[in-house]
């Protein structure tokens, strides 16, 4: 995209609107930050999950061979523009993967909103419920808990550490599935396996995990992780993600429905392997539909 922004002329003066889902919107928010060292770029998400999670906040990149989001820069949009019309040509299964980022902001910041979204599921699944007054409900508060952690923590020293929940084991499940699962579906399993650990360690509530699992069986989301996925590749992919720091992973794990754990370790939890695999020994089954 660069190279083609450059033979057609385009300077220092030139935008980029990125009008698509979050694929087209990291990789269009990457070449602005990085287009004659950056220039402007106005989000414009056509998925639920761009528009409830990835044109928020400024992270942009691209993929690697290696493993996801290792490249890429921080590049705050200069607007962002969501017309839920647009989710009406949404395949199902996509706006499916949304409602698992809606369920997590729920999860790591707000137990009213976790409630009022499982309870508007069926007619965000329904046909036609795409445009509807619950999906308002969903667009309004996922942008307004996404922005308020962005803006206390822009750069992911602390607080925005939170958005990961589901995360470190979800991308490791994304990738080893040879991106088969889809990255809001991978996102699903991780917060089924990671609300688990949570319990396991003493950090979460019990009953926590079962909500978790609750919520996303009634997305029709799977939670269980597929047995084609080896638990021990799972836990070294986990190595590859971004979160690792020495020899333990870090996890983002809540404390209840709307509250996250880790207030004293800027809200990241170094977790040992062995305890990461004894939550995912158990996690392993068939999901329906995926
Ligand atoms: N930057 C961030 O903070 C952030 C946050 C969450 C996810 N992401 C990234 O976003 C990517 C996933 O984004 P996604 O779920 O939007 O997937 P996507 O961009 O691959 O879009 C999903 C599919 O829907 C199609 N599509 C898009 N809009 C449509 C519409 N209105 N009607 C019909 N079809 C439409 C696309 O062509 C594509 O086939 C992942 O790579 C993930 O890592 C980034
Ligand atoms: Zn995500």
Same mark, same amino acid.
């Given at each position: 995209?660069?190279?083609e922004?450059?033979?057609r002329?385009?300077?220092?003066?030139?935008?980029?609107?990125?009008?698509g889902?979050?694929v087209?919107?990291?990789?269009?928010?990457?070449?602005?930050?990085?287009f004659?060292?950056?220039?402007?770029?106005?989000?414009?998400?056509?998925?639920?999950v761009?528009?409830?999670?990835?044109?928020?906040?400024?992270k942009?990149g691209v993929?690697?061979?290696?493993g996801k989001?290792? #490249?890429g820069?921080?590049?705050?949009?200069a607007?962002?523009?969501?017309?839920?019309?647009?989710l009406?040509?949404?395949p199902?299964?996509?706006?499916?993967?949304?409602l698992?980022?809606?369920?997590?902001?729920?999860?790591?910041?707000?137990?009213?909103?976790?409630d009022?979204?499982?309870d508007a599921?069926?007619? +965000?699944?329904?046909?036609?419920g795409a445009t509807g007054?619950?999906?308002?409900?969903?667009?309004?508060?996922s #942008?307004?808990?996404?922005?308020?952690?962005?803006?206390?923590?822009?750069?992911?020293q602390?607080?925005?550490?939170i958005?990961?929940?589901?995360?470190?084991?979800?991308?490791?499940?994304?990738a080893?599935?040879?991106?088969?699962?889809?990255?809001?579906?991978?996102?699903?399993?991780?917060?089924?396996?990671?609300?688990?650990?949570?319990?396991?360690?003493?950090?979460?509530e019990?009953?926590t995990?079962?909500? #978790?699992r609750m919520? +996303?069986?009634?997305?029709?989301?799977?939670?269980?992780?597929?047995?084609? +996925?080896?638990a021990?590749?799972?836990i070294?992919?986990?190595?590859?993600?971004?979160?690792t720091?020495r020899?333990? #992973?870090?996890?983002?794990?809540?404390k209840?429905?709307?509250?996250?754990?880790g207030e004293?370790?800027?809200?990241?939890?170094?977790?040992?392997?062995?305890?990461?695999l004894?939550?995912?020994?158990?996690?392993?089954?068939?999901?329906?539909g995926?």
């Amino acid at each position: 995209v660069t190279d083609e922004m450059l033979a057609r002329g385009f300077g220092r003066d030139s935008a980029v609107i990125a009008l698509g889902g979050g694929v087209v919107g990291d990789l269009a928010g990457f070449v602005a930050a990085t287009f004659m060292r950056g220039i402007p770029v106005v989000q414009v998400p056509t998925t639920l999950v761009a528009m409830i999670d990835a044109s928020i906040g400024g992270k942009t990149g691209v993929d690697t061979p290696a493993g996801k989001n290792l #490249v890429g820069a921080f590049h705050q949009p200069a607007a962002v523009l969501i017309d839920p019309a647009v989710l009406a040509t949404l395949p199902p299964r996509e706006l499916r993967a949304g409602l698992a980022e809606a369920i997590k902001h729920g999860v790591i910041a707000d137990a009213g909103y976790f409630d009022r979204t499982v309870d508007a599921l069926p007619q +965000l699944l329904a046909t036609g419920g795409a445009t509807g007054d619950a999906m308002q409900l969903v667009i309004d508060g996922s #942008v307004a808990i996404k922005r308020s952690v962005v803006e206390r923590d822009e750069r992911e020293q602390g607080v925005r550490k939170i958005l990961n929940f589901g995360h470190t084991l979800g991308h490791a499940a994304e990738a080893l599935s040879g991106y088969s699962l889809l990255h809001g579906e991978a996102v699903a399993i991780g917060m089924a396996v990671e609300s688990r650990l949570a319990e396991g360690l003493g950090l979460a509530e019990s009953g926590t995990a079962d909500r #978790v699992r609750m919520a +996303l069986s009634r997305a029709t989301l799977p939670d269980r992780m597929p047995p084609s +996925l080896a638990a021990d590749r799972l836990i070294a992919l986990t190595r590859h993600d971004k979160k690792t720091r020495r020899d333990r #992973v870090e996890y983002a794990l809540p404390k209840r429905i709307g509250q996250m754990a880790g207030e004293d370790t800027e809200w990241g939890i170094a977790v040992a392997d062995a305890d990461a695999l004894a939550a995912l020994s158990s996690s392993f089954g068939t999901n329906h539909g995926c």
